[in-house]
């Protein structure tokens, strides 16, 4: 007799399983945002705490054939700050758990940590403790602890039908650079290198984040970690919305299209659905748009602010092609366990 396989669950309903379960605990004392947003905000005597995490794993997240320890240290730490900037955050302290291939050498380990800790620096967070083990494949995963204190910490659940959706950067560098790097190519030519700069080297928009929740004018807030596509359907399942975007408005990293051609890929696939781009996606009223463009070129004169598209009181997240067409494109973005993972 023939059996069912067992059901397999995508990495998207695998959080949707620890929301519902840790929610159903109920109310917890002193957790003023639990699971669902870029980090959990603490209420501890006073003060409001941020705590994120996130994992990377080699051949996962990384592969050794193109990315020094350093760029993997970097990363790692570029990552998991990005989700404090998300939440407006300020960065404080830090936990690394390393788990590491038999037969370590210095320059692997120090690479880590120098590449972990430049970026900590530049940011004022120290790296305050963590576990090392041995492990099947490099595996690093952070802990990052900071303030809220640029005003209260901005949720992906505040958005409202109506705004304005923007983006903080240009979209599809990142995974311009993984197709440049995967494919073996010379990761010095001049025009990829931009590309596999912000792959390799990503810089998390913590002022910027802080200045825009220091604003008071946002409607809701994450980091693009997984692509535009997947990120802005989640930011619309918590807010209870839906969202239009525009293909003619979309911020494509400079010199996408032609490596795009060159490797054959697609650039606006790369900017909605590639993601690792670490730019904050947030939403604000129409008329808060150009203040915040001001705001953003103060805090870093690296950011933009470029609206998107628009927040709808449907669901979904649906794209107005440059034809006029109109494709639900919600939830393509990256997942582990679905498309390029297994
Ligand atoms: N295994 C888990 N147990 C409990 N909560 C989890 C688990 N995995 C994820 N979460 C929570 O689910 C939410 C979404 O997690 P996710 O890792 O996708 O965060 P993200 O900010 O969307 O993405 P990224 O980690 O790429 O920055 C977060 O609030 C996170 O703390
Ligand atoms: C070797 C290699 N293959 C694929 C990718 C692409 N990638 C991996 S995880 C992820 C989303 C964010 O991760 P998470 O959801 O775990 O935070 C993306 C876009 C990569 N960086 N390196
Ligand atoms: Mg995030």
Redesign the pocket.
């Known amino acids: 007799m023939s059996q069912t396989p067992p059901a397999r669950l995508c990495e998207e309903d695998i959080l949707r399983l620890a929301a519902e379960l840790t929610a159903g605990a109920g109310p917890a004392d002193g957790v003023a945002v639990g699971v669902g947003d870029d980090a959990a905000v603490l209420a501890v005597g006073g003060a409001r705490l941020a705590v994120t995490t996130?994992?990377m794993v080699e051949?996962?997240?990384?592969?050794l054939a193109y990315a020094s320890p350093r760029d993997v240290g970097w990363r790692v730490m570029a990552?998991n700050l990005s989700d404090l900037a998300a939440m407006g955050a300020t960065p404080r302290w830090g936990f690394l758990s390393l788990g590491l291939r038999p037969g370590p050498t210095p320059a692997l380990v120090e690479g880590l940590f120098d590449g972990m800790l430049e970026l900590a620096r530049t940011h004022g967070l120290r790296l305050v403790g963590g576990d090392t083990v041995r492990a099947p494949a490099l595996t690093l995963n952070l802990c990052l602890i900071g303030l809220c204190e640029s005003g209260p910490p901005t949720l992906r659940s505040t958005a409202r039908a109506g705004q304005a959706v923007c983006v903080s950067g240009p979209l599809g560098a990142s995974?311009a650079g993984?197709a440049w790097l995967?494919a073996g190519r010379d990761p010095a030519d001049a025009l990829a290198a931009p590309a596999v700069e912000a792959h390799l080297r990503p810089r998390p928009r913590l002022a910027l984040g802080r200045a825009l929740a220091a604003s008071g004018r946002l409607g809701a807030m994450m980091d693009l970690?997984?692509g535009l596509a997947s990120d802005l359907a989640r930011l619309c399942a918590a807010s209870g919305v839906g969202a239009r975007l525009e293909a003619a408005r979309l911020p494509l990293a400079g010199g996408a299209a032609e490596l795009a051609t060159l490797v054959g890929a697609d650039a606006v696939d790369w900017a909605l659905r590639?993601?690792?781009d670490f730019e904050l996606l947030f939403t604000c009223q129409q008329t808060d748009v150009a203040e915040l463009a001001r705001l953003a070129a103060q805090a870093d004169p690296g950011a933009a602010v470029v609206k998107v598209g628009a927040l709808t009181k449907g669901r979904g997240v649906w794209l107005l092609g440059l034809d006029g067409s109109r494709t639900e494109v919600g939830l393509q973005g990256?997942d582990?366990f679905r498309g390029?993972g297994q």
């Open positions: 996130d994992m051949g996962v997240h990384f592969d990552a995974a993984l995967s970690s997984d590639g993601g690792e990256f582990h390029d």
